[in-house]
Structures are given as C-alpha cells and as structure tokens.
C-alpha cells in the first residue's frame, strides 16, 4: 500500500495509509523507520513538504524513538520556536515517544513547567502512555497511596525552580483523591477480583505492581 498521498487516495485509504505506517514504524519495521528518518532529516533541513501532514506526528514519534539526543532538540526547538499551532502540538506529544530515560525525564520536566499551557499538560502525558518506557516515566500512573504522595512531594521539594507550582499541585491532587479511592475501596476490589476469579489472574502478571495499581487492574478486567 505504501505511504504516498496522491490525488486518488481517498480519505478512508489516507487514514488507514497513516495508521499502518506509524504502526509499523512503532514496531520496528526497517523500511518504514529508514523512510521516517528520510523525511525527518529533510524537514529538518527546510522541507517542510518532504513529509505530508498525515505523517508528520509519526514521522516525529519514530524517529524520536530510536533516536538520541540531537533529534530530541531538534523536535524540542520545534517546541519552543514556532508560531504555528499545529507543529507546536506535534513537536510537544512527540517528545513523549522518546525512549531514553534522561529524555523523558526532560520531557516530563518541559510538560510540568510554565512552557507548556495547562490545557495541554494531558494531552503531553498521554503519550508517555503509549510505550513502555514511558508509561515507567509518567510518575503519575498507578501513584494511589498516601506513601506514594509523599515520596512524590520529597522528589519535587528541592526542584520547585524548573516545575509549574499549578501543575504540581494538580498532579499531588490527582494522587492524593486517588489515595483517598484505595484507602476507601482497595479491600472491596479485591474481594470483588477474587470472588469473580479474575485477581489470580492479575496477580500474576509480575510487571504490574498490584499494591499500587487496583484502579488500573478494575479497568483493565471489566473491558475484556
């Protein structure tokens, strides 16, 4: 099928064209990867139409995950420099693709200072959501115990300089209502696994920590 858009290609094809490639390229297809970096380096280079609109946040999103660090800045100066609304959303969520851990650390810094906007502080974490070593940087997920809020507040006590204080507190509130929720319910939930069969299950699965992510196990379960 490929991933050139000319006229022909209808609006159900250049959205399925999309998907595919950024699946591909997300799971390590070499053509597709060798193609993102093609594009990645002469958009870089001034031309901006080597790589077409519906391709440009995976295109970012792949290369930035077997890259380093100079095309982390790349895309962070995209960030940080233009005035176009829409590269400036696609540069912000793909710094979340980023799979090296001083990066997305950097990252979560960047989402959680005055640079990003509160109404896009969500829509930046979601994406650390969105490959495993993400979803171990968002400090956020399975963060649902009094213990966890205060090793949070240490962590962030010596870096208030380089954190939005808003953000900050919004994200120990989200933590502490969570806390509140497993301090509250955590025993019924477990009696509910256990009864219905499906605990056992999620116990099991050692790269989940079941101490502190019942809220995550529920809906996880309930979907299937």
């Not at 997300?26 to 519906?54: L, T």
Request: charged share 25%.
């Amino acid at each position: 099928m490929g991933w050139n858009f000319d006229n022909g290609v209808t609006l159900n094809e250049a959205q399925l064209r999309s998907l595919l490639f950024d699946c591909a390229g997300k799971s390590g297809d070499k053509k597709v990867i060798k193609a993102a970096s093609a594009m990645f380096a002469s958009y870089f280079n001034g031309n901006k139409i080597a790589v077409h609109p519906d391709l440009l946040e995976s295109v970012f999103a792949i290369v930035l995950r077997k890259g380093g660090m100079k095309e982390y800045d790349m895309v962070l100066q995209q960030y940080l420099t233009t005035m176009d609304a829409s590269e400036k959303n696609t540069a912000l969520k793909s710094l979340g693709q980023t799979t090296k851990p001083a990066l997305l650390r950097k990252s979560l810094e960047l989402v959680l200072s005055d640079q990003v906007v509160a109404a896009d502080v969500n829509t930046a974490l979601s994406q650390f959501s969105t490959h495993a070593e993400g979803a171990k940087a968002r400090i956020t997920i399975g963060l649902a115990t009094v213990e966890q809020l205060n090793d949070v507040e240490q962590f962030f006590a010596d870096k208030s300089a380089y954190v939005s204080h808003r953000n900050l507190q919004e994200m120990k509130d989200h933590i502490r209502v969570k806390a509140q929720w497993t301090a509250r319910d955590r025993g019924d939930v477990i009696d509910w696994l256990q009864r219905h069969g499906f605990f056992h299950e999620v116990a099991k699965d050692s790269s989940i920590d079941v101490e502190a992510s019942d809220q995550i196990h529920v809906q996880l379960h309930l979907q299937r």
